[in-house]
């Protein structure tokens, strides 16, 4: 049974605040996930040398940093709390983006804008982490899991832009078939009041 244009824009619409909900979740999770750095690297230390120890005695080197990093961030908390403040804003950097979506979630047409700038946000992550991570010493297998976060935070976000240029297409067909339908009755008033004119003379 096919789909009345009406049907498909609202469709269109539901599958755009659908994926715009998912993409805003994972936003809010990643900044919620940022505040306790030190709590979730010291889990993650202890879930590897504890329950999942068989399988990280094959990752020599992913566990190693993963340790270094369970370290290093307890101890920098230890002599110099301050520099988690740094954390804390990018935490809040990310909330305050979740935001920014609300306006896509209730017109998405009118708020495109925001999709393509967050399009060229997670675009320019690869190009931060192929240029900052040597300088960080990050190691590479970790630049790309960096990199993956843009890759998969585009792909709701491409979909998202389809969807709205399908709403967008049904928009535009209502209104030249309403631009259509008031030229032909413009014209079958023209038309009755020339004729009209022409009985008036002939009488």
């Given at each position: 049974?096919?789909?009345?244009?009406?049907?498909?824009?609202?469709?269109?619409?539901?599958?755009?605040?659908?994926?715009?909900?998912?993409?805003?979740?994972?936003?809010?999770?990643?900044?919620?996930?940022?505040?306790?750095?030190?709590?979730?690297?010291?889990?993650?230390?202890?879930?590897?040398?504890?329950?999942?120890?068989?399988?990280?005695?094959?990752?020599?080197?992913?566990?190693?940093?993963?340790?270094?990093?369970?370290?290093?961030?307890?101890?920098?908390?230890?002599?110099?709390?301050?520099?988690?403040?740094?954390?804390?804003?990018?935490?809040?950097?990310?909330?305050?983006?979740?935001?920014?979506?609300?306006?896509?979630?209730?017109?998405?047409?009118?708020?495109?804008?925001?999709?393509?700038?967050?399009?060229?946000?997670?675009?320019?992550?690869?190009?931060?982490?192929?240029?900052?991570?040597?300088?960080?010493?990050?190691?590479?297998?970790?630049?790309?899991?960096?990199?993956?976060?843009?890759?998969?935070?585009?792909?709701p976000l491409l979909i998202v832009l389809r969807g709205i240029r399908s709403i967008e297409r049904g928009a535009a067909g209502r209104s030249t078939r309403r631009?259509?339908?008031?030229?032909?009755?413009?014209?079958?008033?023209?038309?009755?009041?020339?004729?009209?004119?022409?009985?008036?003379?002939?009488?």
């Open positions: 049974m096919s789909r009345t244009p009406n049907e498909t824009e609202r469709a269109a619409l539901r599958t755009v605040r659908r994926w715009l909900w998912i993409f805003v979740v994972c936003l809010v999770l990643s900044g919620l996930t940022a505040f306790p750095l030190e709590t979730e690297t010291r889990w993650l230390a202890d879930l590897a040398t504890g329950p999942a120890a068989p399988v990280s005695e094959h990752f020599p080197g992913l566990l190693a940093k993963l340790l270094q990093v369970r370290d290093g961030i307890a101890d920098t908390n230890r002599r110099y709390p301050f520099l988690a403040y740094g954390t804390d804003w990018l935490a809040f950097a990310h909330l305050v983006i979740a935001v920014a979506f609300w306006g896509p979630i209730q017109d998405p047409v009118r708020n495109v804008w925001v999709i393509r700038w967050a399009t060229i946000a997670c675009g320019a992550i690869i190009p931060l982490a192929l240029i900052c991570g040597p300088l960080r010493g990050i190691p590479l297998y970790w630049r790309f899991v960096d990199m993956s976060f843009g890759v998969v935070g585009v792909v631009d259509a339908g008031h030229d032909t009755g413009d014209d079958t008033a023209h038309d009755t009041g020339r004729r009209a004119a022409g009985t008036a003379a002939t009488a």
